[in-house]
């Protein structure tokens, strides 16, 4: 018989119900206490994913033994792998994650995984691979930045900015992803030398940035002369 690894200690405030109702459900198939211990081990990896990666990642390898064919469960390692800058188990827990639940959600993290290897060609045929008007506007962002990252590796400074240019960049209107692109843009921009365009964009950034938080329960608001004021809340961005 193998010998069971120990797992790392949960606090007794950590329960189940401290992980998304979403990532919930997928462990029903699991039995009422192996699915409880790995809730609890997830909850407590998205707790400590940015503060203490490396015990995220501790916990993500425990809810893995525990139930390494659910597709949450996948995700969660796939992204303390990640954040540990172990890129290799990243892009193997990230296919693994897609074949389960057929879903591309991921796949700007796959693109700069695959940077994080080395590999800026393959992560440009990773993002290629897939339709991105199928994607919800937050992955469609993601994966921008992480392409023109891609070309940036490539030394590719003009295609970088291109990869930018889609329909979520407008400088008049923030979402939760727009303080990430206009900040890219912003960062190409420097790079080639056009400084004062690169200088509107990080004064977007951070405008919508400071918007934000405010109040994050909204979706959309419009920026316009350093002004900001709410929009419909249910409005979503046009493809």
Not at 83 to 105: C, M, N, P, Y
Not at 119 to 132: C, I, K, N, Q, S
Not at 157 to 162: D, H, R, W, Y
């Amino acid at each position: 018989m193998r010998e069971r690894i120990p797992e790392p200690p949960l606090p007794e405030e950590i329960t189940a119900r401290d992980l998304h109702s979403s990532a919930r459900n997928e462990l029903k198939t699991l039995s009422k206490e192996n699915a409880e211990q790995t809730a609890r081990h997830l909850a407590m990896a998205a707790q400590l994913i940015d503060d203490e990666p490396e015990r995220a990642h501790e916990h993500a390898l425990a809810a893995s033994r525990r139930a390494g064919r659910i597709a949450v469960v996948r995700e969660t390692l796939a992204i303390t792998a990640y954040g540990i800058g172990d890129f290799a188990l990243a892009l193997r827990e990230l296919r693994t994650h897609r074949r389960i639940s057929g879903k591309d959600d991921m796949i700007a993290l796959i693109v700069d995984s695959e940077r994080g290897v080395g590999r800026p060609d393959r992560a440009l045929e990773e993002g290629r691979g897939v339709d991105r008007s199928a994607l919800t506007p937050d992955v469609r962002v993601a994966l921008a930045i992480a392409m023109s990252g891609a070309r940036l590796d490539r030394g590719e400074t003009e295609l970088a900015l291109g990869e930018l240019e889609i329909p979520e960049l407008d400088p008049n209107r923030a979402f939760e992803w727009s303080p990430a692109l206009f900040s890219a843009r912003s960062a190409v921009l420097e790079d080639l030398g056009r400084t004062d365009e690169a200088a509107f964009w990080a004064d977007r950034a951070e405008v919508a940035a400071s918007a934000l938080g405010m109040d994050g329960q909204f979706d959309e608001m419009i920026v316009e002369d350093g002004l900001v004021e709410d929009e419909a809340e249910d409005e979503e961005p046009e493809a």
